[in-house]
């Protein structure tokens, strides 16, 4: 089992930036695919992003693209999700998953996919 902590929410005004990490321990080998999904009051849990390893292809959603990117640093087993330009649309719990696999990019956005999840981060964006 992997074990995920998100950090770095909080409550900004819209336009500002926030850089979201998730640490992971445990056996760390099972993090091939990692991914950000969030999920706003009374909605359903929607993908954001998400990065392979080892060869760092990653996906965004059509809605953060060009705001919010993705990374990694294996050498920390943490996961990087740098979030520029934000919106109040943007205001959810943030949570990490990670997947054994080396998803294929089609698979990356679904969150059946993913086995390990992290409790999550809240992020209020005021506008």
């Known amino acids: 089992q992997v074990q995920l902590v998100e950090s770095g929410g909080g409550l900004v005004q819209a336009g500002v930036s926030l850089r979201l990490s998730c640490s992971a321990s445990?056996?760390?080998?099972?993090?091939?695919?990692m991914g950000w999904f969030r999920q706003a009051p009374g909605k359903e849990r929607e993908f954001v992003a998400a990065?392979?390893?080892?060869?760092?292809?990653?996906v965004h959603a059509d809605s953060v693209k060009g705001r919010f990117t993705v990374s990694r640093d294996s050498a920390k087993n943490t996961v990087y999700l740098q979030m520029n330009g934000l919106r109040a649309e943007d205001t959810a719990v943030y949570f990490c998953?990670?997947?054994?696999?080396?998803?294929?990019?089609?698979?990356?956005?679904?969150?059946?996919?993913?086995?390990?999840w992290g409790q999550g981060t809240q992020v209020t964006v005021s506008s």
């Open positions: 990065i392979r390893w080892p060869d760092t292809a990653t």
């Open positions: 445990g056996r760390t080998l099972r993090t091939n695919t």
């Open positions: 998953a990670s997947s054994s696999r080396r998803l294929i990019m089609s698979a990356m956005s679904l969150n059946h996919m993913y086995i390990d």
